[in-house]
Nanobody, 122 residues
Framework: VQLVETGGGSVQSGGSLRLSCEAI????????IGWFRHTPGGKERERVA????????VYADSVKGRFTISRYYNNHTLDLQMNDLKPEDTAMFYC????????????????WGKGTLVTICS
């Protein structure tokens, strides 16, 4: 299993970015997949948005209405459209995947990408 994130960068507050994750080497349809982030000074990675095997989407309260997660089965990719970005969104963003339903516990996610850095300037 390999997860490769692209699309990070630096934008002004209020701007937009689109992240993409390519999932390689596993039965994509059978796995939950999602985006997490680790903010500067944060204790651990936090869930941003996930899509379960049945299509259920869950967003963190902090990103609802601003971020949209999309899963594409034809090319095994997962996108995160981020609008109205704020300085507090500055973080390393990670794509993660797990066989079956999305786990509640962070430690239960087995597969992680290396991350892509998002920096929001005020």
């Amino acid at each position: 299993v390999q997860l490769v994130e692209t699309g990070g960068g630096s934008v002004q507050s209020g701007g937009s970015l689109r992240l993409s994750c390519e999932a390689i080497g596993y039965p994509y349809k059978s796995y939950c997949i999602g985006w997490f982030r680790h903010t500067p000074g944060g204790k651990e990675r936090e869930r941003v948005a996930t899509i379960d095997t049945d299509g259920e989407i869950v967003y963190a309260d902090s990103v609802k209405g601003r971020f949209t997660i999309s899963r594409y089965y034809n090319n095994h990719t997962l996108d995160l459209q981020m609008n109205d970005l704020k300085p507090e969104d500055t973080a390393m963003f990670y794509c993660a995947s797990q066989r079956g339903n999305c786990p509640l516990k962070l430690a239960s996610w087995d597969y992680w990408g290396k991350g892509t850095l998002v920096t929001i300037c005020s």
